[in-house]
């Protein structure tokens, strides 16, 4: 197998030493300077941030005492609230338009200042969430780092051929005549910006859920994939998150070898994650990601806007099994735990999907963990029947739809008795699969076939819509809002294809919906509106154990949970027969460099962190066995393993699982009490849920 791209060195012990003496010594520096440091700085800070107050800034004006030099904006301000306008890094500049009292904060000279927040409903990002007070109103970014064909139709028209990014990627690089891999940087750049995530903040909403692929990280040979080049954006797009005080959940949307066969997996077709020969080599490979990622997220400049990390979207349960995925998920939980150390404040939650196994599959999982998050993505359009029942009707109240989607809202609650923290982390407007390319593109060019039991043409075009038409479609999307309480809406913007030269999966579209009037302006008055139509939904009484939410306890798994899961790799595999010998499973080996990712850089700032958080988490990454002649890690999942094969963990001195030092966290780190103490009210009735919840 291939070489991985690029890399950057880890520090080792040796450096690890070396640091820490520079460490001892900057504190003894540090002692001197910082009395004077404070007295400087201090008065800057409280100049640029002197207005915020944390109550919102009056309309139209920036708060008292901005204007210090801030070219990012014509007045100078480093904060400012409704009617304020804001220069983006071109030079074009936006009015903010905020009627919930949200504020932006950008000062350069501290570029990453946490004082911003939405809205007067939501905490600033400085100030902790405190999960069963405050509710997720939040939106995906879907289509910007993971490039769907139903999102941005207009780059799959154009290579014909393409079904997924690895096609894409293939045709484009091959295009350069129209500058190759380049366009799938300028989509990067523009597709989604700084006015997007202020007008996000502006919709009354909170969250973002961000899908990032492993790419962002590296690629091996032969994966097609742009590496790297992405990761600038993110971090630029998270910086635009914290300037607008909008939290972030970031997902691993994409997997080596796929994890659900999805095209939005990177290639569609196999699942070669947790399956097939090759299976267990990908997870390691995805462990290694997991950590980087972690790495960089739980180090202080991004924790607060980076509180929630989801590992791996969607994994095909019903084919991998949930004994294999739980398994990785352990696995998953002790490196980041391991890195971050465990309680509140001691880096992000940690968001594992359902899987399509059903939210009640979960129940009990792990018990004792510390911060984990179940994510549910329920959608009508892909429960495969024709969906005939009227959203239109004369009153415009969305017929049925509305309490089917309802009907979501007890599983919900039933899951954060029976789990924990539970989230809706995508649905949308699409009571039906209408829409150009919602079921996929074949290899011709052409959209998928449609389930639904009707003619499609309606719903592709959003400005024939009747009135009563939307009405019913905002009844459907409050149901749902309201039945999911802490919600991520899939997703803020679809593209416009190039053959019609519209946007032409309209159900999609959270920003065409706020303009189309079929999404509430004030996501809040989706709350309640279930019992409003006559749908009993008792929403969860707000309260979580401790250990739920980083206070004590956490981090200490039931030793039944833990027994259950702990083995890995997992005893038994889908899709190959483990040989009697597991240790002749197709494996890599950990002696490879862990790769970092790089902290943005800003004019006249020093940023000192590295992109690393815990240095005692120094051991190897994945890399494969010198010599070893592996199967195909994206398209071989029905082969049989080789009898004797020289790859496996016999092969590599024995190592299985990554490497996993148990680290010291670092000393900056003071675990905070939890803020939450209250125990678990026992619901006593266990409704089953029927709710459907199908595949994207
Ligand atoms: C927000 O600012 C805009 C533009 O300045 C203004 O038209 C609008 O009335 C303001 N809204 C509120 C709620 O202050
Ligand atoms: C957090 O930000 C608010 C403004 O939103 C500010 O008033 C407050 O002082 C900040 N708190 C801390 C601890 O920095
Ligand atoms: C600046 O960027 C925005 C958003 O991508 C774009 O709409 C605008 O045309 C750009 N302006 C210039 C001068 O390039
Ligand atoms: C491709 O993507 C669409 C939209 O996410 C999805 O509905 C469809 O099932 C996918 N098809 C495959 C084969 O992955």
């Known amino acids: ?31 001197v300077v910082l009395p004077v440091y404070f007295v400087v700085v201090h008065k800057h800070g409280s100049t640029a941030n002197g207005g915020s107050g944390g109550s919102g800034t009056p309309a139209g004006s920036g708060p008292p005492g901005s204007g210090n030099g801030n070219p990012a904006s014509p007045t100078g301000a480093t904060s400012g609230g409704n009617g304020t306008v804001v220069t983006m890094a071109n030079g074009t500049q936006f009015t903010y338009i905020n009627p919930f009292g949200g504020y932006w904060v950008y000062d350069p000279k501290a570029p990453f200042n946490n004082n911003a927040r939405p809205n007067s409903w939501t905490p600033p990002l400085n100030t902790s969430w405190t999960w069963g007070k405050d509710q997720v109103f939040g939106v995906n970014l879907g289509g910007l780092f993971v490039l769907e064909p139903f999102i941005v139709p207009a780059l799959y028209e154009k290579y014909v051929g393409a079904v997924d990014e690895w096609t894409l990627s293939t045709l484009m690089a091959a295009d350069t005549a129209s500058g190759g891999m380049s366009q799938l940087e300028n989509h990067y750049d523009t597709f989604i910006t700084e006015e997007d995530i202020a007008q996000i903040a502006g919709a ?46 970031l997902d691993l949307h994409t997997i080596p070898g796929s994890q659900n066969g999805y095209n939005h997996s990177g290639r569609q077709g196999q699942v070669n994650w947790l399956y097939g020969v090759m299976g267990i080599a990908n997870a390691e490979r995805a462990l290694g990601y997991i950590r980087t990622i972690a790495e960089f997220i739980s180090q202080p400049e991004w924790q607060n806007v980076v509180p929630m990390f989801g590992i791996v979207n ?12 739980g398994r990785f998920y352990l696995q998953a939980y002790e490196t980041i735990r391991s890195i971050t150390g465990t309680g509140e404040g001691n880096g992000a939650y940690i968001s594992i999907h359902d899987g399509f196994a059903g939210l009640t599959s979960w129940k009990g999982f792990l018990t004792g963990a510390d911060r984990m998050v179940l994510d549910t993505h329920p959608y009508f359009a892909f429960n495969g029947q024709p969906n005939t029942a009227p959203i239109d009707t004369p009153a415009g109240d969305g017929g049925t739809w509305p309490a089917q989607a309802c009907g979501w809202a007890s599983m919900i609650t039933q899951s954060q ?280």
């Open 314 to 325: 969607e994994p095909l349960v019903p084919q991998i099994g949930q004994d294999a995925v």
């Open 1 to 31: 197998m291939g070489a991985a791209a690029t890399k950057r060195p880890l520090l080792k012990r040796r450096g690890f030493w070396i640091l820490a003496g520079l460490a001892a010594l900057a504190v003894v520096v540090l002692a």
């Open 417 to 696: 008795t029976d789990f924990g923290i539970t989230v809706g982390g995508e649905f949308s407007t699409a009571y039906n699969d209408c829409g150009l390319f919602v079921d996929g593109i074949t290899a011709t060019g052409a959209s998928g076939t449609p389930t639904f039991g009707g003619s499609c043409a309606l719903y592709q075009d959003s400005s024939t819509w009747t009135p009563t038409l939307k009405s019913g479609l905002k009844a459907f999307t409050m149901a749902s809002m309201d039945a999911l309480e802490n919600w991520f809406y899939w997703t803020w913007k679809i593209g416009v294809s190039s053959k019609t030269g519209i946007v032409s999966a309209p159900l999609w579209s959270y920003s065409l919906g706020l303009a189309g009037g079929w999404i509430p302006t004030d996501p809040r008055s989706a709350v309640g509106y279930c019992s409003s139509i006559g749908v009993a939904n008792a929403p969860f009484p707000g309260t979580y154990s401790a250990w739920q939410t980083g206070g004590t306890g956490a981090g200490t798994i039931a030793p039944a949970a833990q027994a259950s899961y702990s083995a890995y790799p997992p005893p038994s595999l889908s899709g190959i027969a483990i040989p009697a010998d597991a240790s002749l499973l197709y494996q890599y080996t950990s002696t490879g460099t862990p790769v970092t990712l790089p902290m943005p850089t800003f004019t006249g700032v020093k940023v000192t962190d590295n992109g690393w958080y815990n240095t005692a988490d120094n051991g190897g990454a994945a890399t494969p066995v010198a010599g070893c002649a592996y199967p195909d890690a994206w398209a071989e999942s029905s082969l049989a393993m080789p009898v004797g094969s020289a790859c496996g963990a016999a092969a590599t001195g024995g190592v299985v699982a990554p490497t996993r030092t148990p680290a010291t966290v670092p000393a900056t780190t003071t675990a905070a009490t939890a803020t939450t103490t209250a125990t678990v009210a026992t619901t006593t009735a266990a409704t089953t849920a029927t709710a459907t919840v199908r595949r994207r």
């Open 204 to 249: 009354g909403l909170n969250w973002i859920r961000l899908p990032i692929p492993f790419w962002c990280i590296e690629t091996w040979s032969p994966e097609p994939f742009l590496a790297r080049t992405s990761w600038t954006y993110i971090v630029r797009l998270l910086g635009w998150a914290r300037k607008y005080g909008l939290r972030v959940n």
